[in-house]
């Protein structure tokens, strides 16, 4: 069965440092997300990426933050200069479409768990 | 600011009882999904519901969408120690537009 699949699973970082988290969508789905999950907290919305383009953002998602898809299969979330706040897990998502109950529907990665020291 | 309150919040229960947790809101959603997520793992689709009053069983789960689209409930009936997990609904607002989630119900079924 497809899946949303993230890399690295783990990964510590020194503040201040640039991290990028990498996911590959499932293949025919055309709108993908970042999501985060604060230990403990419930599951925030980052980004949402269609064509090519960011197509929404949350608060939480301010200049220190980046997508890309640069290849056609990988998603990549950056952080420029992390912060201790930002240790979080963080999950990317993908969507086939819309319309369609099965094409509203999204499904998640395994997640990668960032600790900034 | 979409918010979606899920109650109770923890949930302890012995195997073979019945349960419901709830979603609530005071918008409207075009659909709403419940995931279970287990610790550390990412959040596993269970069920979509799209249309108010709309009933879905998955075994022994039933999801049931309120009339005015606000609203969700889960019901677990004659729950195992499997069923153990973080419960969490989410909901979109229209099509195009990223997930609201709650903040889960975490049962805990005892043998």
């Known amino acids: 069965e497809p899946e949303v699949t993230q890399t690295p699973s783990h990964q510590v970082t020194q503040m201040g440092q640039e991290v990028i988290l990498r996911c590959v969508p499932i293949?025919?789905?055309?709108?993908f997300y970042w999501y985060r999950q604060i230990l403990g907290q419930k599951v925030e919305f980052l980004v949402s990426?269609?064509?090519?383009?960011?197509?929404?953002k949350s608060e939480i998602f301010d200049d220190q933050f980046s997508v890309e898809r640069p290849d056609g299969s990988n998603f990549t979330l950056k952080i420029r200069s992390t912060k201790l706040e930002d240790s979080a897990m963080y999950f990317c998502?993908?969507?086939?479409?819309?319309?369609?109950?099965?094409?509203?529907?999204?499904?998640f990665g395994q997640g990668t768990r960032l600790t900034v020291v | 600011t979409q918010l979606l309150e899920q109650s109770p919040q923890f949930l302890s229960i012995q195997e073979g009882e019945n349960l419901t947790v709830y979603c609530n809101s005071s918008?409207?959603?075009?659909?709403l999904q419940w995931y279970r997520q287990e610790p550390g793992e990412g959040p596993v689709l269970l069920v979509t519901?799209?249309?108010?009053?709309e009933v879905k069983k998955l075994k022994r789960l039933t999801f049931q969408f309120g009339d005015a689209r606000k609203d969700s409930s889960l019901h677990i009936t004659a729950a195992q120690t499997g069923d153990t997990g973080l419960y969490l609904c989410?909901?979109?607002?229209?099509?195009?537009?990223?997930?609201?989630f709650g903040k889960g119900t975490r049962l805990s079924v005892i043998a």
């Open positions: 989410a909901g979109a607002r229209s099509g195009n537009t990223p997930l609201v």
């Open positions: 918008s409207v959603f075009s659909s």
């Open positions: 998502a993908s969507r086939r479409g819309f319309g369609l109950v099965m094409n509203t529907e999204a499904f």
């Open positions: 519901v799209v249309t108010g009053g």
């Open positions: 293949s025919n789905h055309l709108y």
């Open positions: 990426f269609y064509n090519n383009e960011i197509s929404e």
